[in-house]
Structure formats: C-alpha cells, structure tokens
C-alpha cells in the first residue's frame, strides 16, 4: 500500500511548530451495530452516524488500522432528575416487566439480545419506536457504513418482551481459540456488547443497577461497589480486539490526567479503576449527571442563560488547556462529552414570543453549573501518530475537513462551535458534506483568508475553483436543498446580536475561536484572558 504524505504548510505551524501529520488511502469495510434510536437535532428524518475502518501508514512505514467515526454516538444518559415521576427510575430507563419466576436470567437476557441483533432493521423499527428526530442532519454518504444514533434503554434492549415461563438454555465454555476476543461468549450479544442483567456482580466488587447508555465502543453502567458502598459508573468495552486496544490508550491518558491533577481542579473525569472482565476492558469513574447535550434536549432545545454560558466557558477552556499543557489534544468536544456533576435544576415561566396571546412556556435552569469533560478514547498526545479525520463532524475544523493536518486549534475551534450551540440551543453547523460544510463556515465566519485559501486548494483541489475561491454550489452536483440549507446559515453577527457589552465581548471571544487559519486563531490559554470574563453577567432566563 503506497501512502501519500502530506506536510504542513509552514505558515500553519507558526504558532504550533510540532505538527504531525499522515493521510492514506482508505479501504472503507461496513461494520455491524446494533439497532439504535434517533437522536435528535433538527431534521425530521431519522439521524444516522457514519463510520468507516482506514488503514494508515505512519512515517516509520507501520500500518495501523483507525476507526473513523462521523458522529461518535455517546451513551444515552438516564436522567436521575425526572426520577421522582417514575417510580424511582429515570425517564429513559424503566424497570423490566419480570416473568412470573421474578427474576432476569443472563441466558434469557443473551437469547433475547441475540434475537434483536438478528432481526432486521424493519422489525427493529416496530418494535422499538424511535423518537421523531431533530436539531441534526442525517449523514450524506461522507463514510462507508452507518449506524444510528442512540441506543434504546435497557430494558428494551436486554430484557425486551419476557415470556412467562423461562426456558432453560444450555451454558458451555468455549474451547480456547487463538483471538480470545474472537470465541463465543454467554454474557455477549453478537456485537461484542456485555450483556448488562441488574444484579450482575463484575470483578466480585461491582454490583450493576441499571444501563445509563450504549455508544459504538461499549456500554456505560450505573454500579454498586461493594467494598465501599459508592455509586460508580462502569465503561464496558466490547469484546473486540480493536476496542480493546484503543481503550487502553484511554486508560494510559486518564491515568496521566489523575495523576497531574489529583485534586481534579480542571475538571476532567478521573478513572478510579479498571480491570479486564470475561474479556472486557472495564473503566470504572465517579457517577455524574446527565450531558449536556441531554438536556439541551430534555429542555426543548432552550439556550442557556448568558451567566451559565460564561461559566461554562470558563470551565471548557480550563480544561482544555490543562489538556493542552500535558501536549494532549481531546479530538472530540461535544456537548455529549461534557457531563453535569449535579442535575438539580428548577422551572421558570418564560413569555411566548410569536405571537400576541402566546401562552407562557416552562424552561428548566440548572441549579449547579459545575461539568465534567469525559471521553478520552480518541485523545492524541501532540507527538503521536495524528490520525487524518478526527473530531464529529458538527465540530470538525476546516483544517481537518481540508487535509491540512491538525494540532491543539482543532480543539478551540470546536469549543466556539459548542459556545455558540449554547446561545442558540442547537448545532452551528448542520450538515454532513464537506463541501457543504465549507459553504456554510464561509457564511458564519466570512470567507477564507488567501493564504488558508490557497494552502486548501492545494491539499483539496476538488472543493476549489479558479482563484482559489470556494467550489460552491457547483453546477451540476450542488442540490437544491443544499443551497437553501447554506443560504440560510446566519452570520455570527445575525446569531449573536451586538445589543450590550457582554454580547459584544463573547462575539468578539467566539469569532477568534473560529477562525479559519489556525495559525490565527485564539489558543484556549489565551481565550481564558479575554474581557469577556471580566464581565459581571447577572442572573437571568
């Protein structure tokens, strides 16, 4: 296989001379996942992720197989604030109707997953409904393969429809086989996924109460641990030997991150333990709120207040820059991978805008704005093999969308992507083409600065045209949807109004965090000294 190598222009590496960067060809291969429900974003069709397997050749001639994912699905979190509306369990999580033996068996919990892992996508659908989907895009073909986006709760997902009677099903241990990670297992679903039965006792310590979510690389349990009666939260890694691999560099990065900040002022999760289970990397951390992106969601989309944003902001860029100082580059920042250490929260009447008699509306607002910053799994030390596409798309840097290489701006362009999705309640960029996706930066942030321009059409000739002007809409390819969808987009001054001083300042903050070069754009050290947080913002809806 014959790798082209692309170097960074030097004007890219100005302000961050240890660029690492590798592209190859890509040798795309579907892989299969289990049936998932919508997510929501803006579009009432249903959002699908993309993700495809790439073999890279690093500079030292290594071939290193990378998984690509367009939308890295996060676990579905359960809501222990709606708990007291149901029985003691969240909205999302509701307890298994038991048989009339009263328990949940695994081989019955196993034969029920694998036949919702054998029926089709059809029969899924009918038998687990999928919320109407919203605020998101579905993926356009930019990867082989898709998988949708969430996962149905647990009780859905291992114990769906119980018989009255429970057979009694035959338990064998496989015969050793050269990939352990390859041999039949009575606590998997075909896929690699634990099989999660509430009760289970993992590593004799750790007592499962309920499945908090489901993602492409394993599942998140809420657990008991024995020894000390503490609730904790349990990564199960699939049992694939790809996975594997890749969350033990999780572990190596959060066990850095623990042991630089013992004392966790910079708000990043900390791993307590991990060990391996029945051939499951297990991650085991402190048990927190749902993400933020959930309750954007569960709140109707509903901006944050203007306060809440600033502290926020303050946290992220803490964090990010903790990361930075270790030469760590997260990759993936989301509102799925910032998590709230409390869901407290209370309900205000906000007045219907529209219309003249508009009714009042309801609006939750956090008690507690303190988050965590989570997921680690595609972290990337600065001198380390630099994957060619990272980041989900919604937050993707043009320079990674480019070809251009990538290094710690990556990280602040998709904090102002999150900045502004917290003002307004809903994705910055909804789309899933690139050319598209260029389109419609042009149209937030202006266009294209010469030099970025004209290092672009260099690496991406297709997406360019004479002059080194953006390629967009071309004639014959450019759909008619597409081009509504771009003109559309609103500039950031049109987003965020100038209509006081801290608007001003946080436009100012976000418009630097965006730019195009990365060269010029804010590092998260130096966004943490902006005016913008010398501003003394009151409380308000």
């Known amino acids: 296989m014959q790798t082209a190598v692309q170097h960074l222009p030097a004007h890219l590496v100005h302000q961050y001379p240890r660029q690492s960067l590798s592209s190859a060809n890509r040798n795309a291969n579907g892989l299969p996942t289990p049936p998932v429900a919508s997510r929501k974003r803006k579009r009432a069709h249903q959002y699908t992720v993309s993700y495809s397997e790439v073999h890279e050749v ?14 890295t699905p996060p676990p579905p979190t359960a809501s222990p604030a709606t708990t007291t509306h149901t029985n003691g369990y969240s909205a999302s999580y509701q307890p298994p109707a038991l048989s009339a033996s009263g328990r949940v068996t695994r081989a019955r919990a196993a034969a029920e997953a694998q036949a919702m892992s054998s029926s089709s996508s059809s029969t899924a659908a009918a038998v687990l409904p999928a919320p109407a989907a919203k605020k998101r895009k579905r993926e356009n073909g930019d990867d082989a393969g898709t998988i ?6 647990t009780s859905q997902l291992a114990v769906a429809q119980p018989v009255a009677t429970a057979p009694t099903w ?15 297992n009575p606590c998997d679903d075909k896929e690699g996924h634990y099989i999660i039965v509430p009760d289970d006792i993992i590593y004799k310590r750790y007592r499962t109460v309920r499945l908090l979510g489901q993602g492409t690389f394993g599942k998140v349990v809420e657990a008991v641990d024995i020894e000390t009666g503490r609730r904790v939260a349990i990564k199960i890694i699939r049992a694939i030997q790809k996975y594997r691999d890749a969350s033990k560099i999780e572990v190596r990065v959060l066990q850095r991150l623990k042991e630089r900040d013992p ?8 791993l307590l333990h991990w060990f391996d289970h029945r051939n499951h990397i297990c991650l085991v951390s402190e048990l927190l709120g749902i993400c933020v992106y959930d309750f954007l969601k569960e709140n109707e989309f509903a901006p944050f207040p203007r306060h809440h944003i600033q502290s926020f902001a303050r946290q992220l860029l803490g964090s990010v820059a903790f990361l930075h100082d270790l030469h760590l580059i997260h990759t993936d920042l989301k509102p799925e991978n910032i998590l709230l250490v409390h869901n407290d929260y209370r309900v205000v009447q906000i007045p219907g805008t529209g219309k003249r008699n508009s009714q009042p509306r309801p609006k939750r607002l956090l008690e507690s704005t303190d988050i965590r910053l989570i997921d680690f799994g595609s972290a990337t030390f600065q001198e380390e093999y630099h994957s060619t596409v990272v980041s989900t798309r919604h937050y993707r840097a043009p320079e990674i969308i480019l070809g251009l290489g990538w290094s710690y701006p990556c990280d602040a362009f998709s904090l102002g992507c999150i900045l502004v999705e917290f003002y307004t309640g809903v994705a910055l960029f909804q789309t899933h083409d690139n050319l598209e996706h260029l389109a419609m930066m042009e149209m937030v942030m202006g266009k294209m600065p010469d030099r970025f321009a004209r290092a672009g059409a260099r690496s991406k000739p297709e997406f360019f045209k004479e002059g080194n002007k953006l390629d967009w809409p071309k004639p014959k390819s450019t759909t008619r949807q597409s081009k509504k969808e771009v003109r559309a987009t609103r500039s950031l001054q049109e987003i965020i109004p100038q209509t006081d001083p801290i608007n001003r300042q946080f436009l100012d903050l976000v418009r630097k965090l965006l730019a195009f070069d990365p060269a010029q754009r804010i590092t998260v050290k130096e966004a943490l000294q902006h005016p913008y947080f010398l501003q003394a913002i009151s409380a308000e809806y």
Do not use: F, M, W
């Open 58 to 71: 690093d500079s030292q001639g290594r071939l290193r197989e990378v998984i690509v994912i367009e939308d």
């Open 148 to 153: 949708t986006r969430r996962a149905p709760p």
């Open 170 to 184: 035959p338990v064998t241990v496989p015969a050793p086989i050269a990939d352990a990670s390859k041999a039949p």
């Open 263 to 270: 004392l966790n002022r910079h708000k990043c999760i900390h």
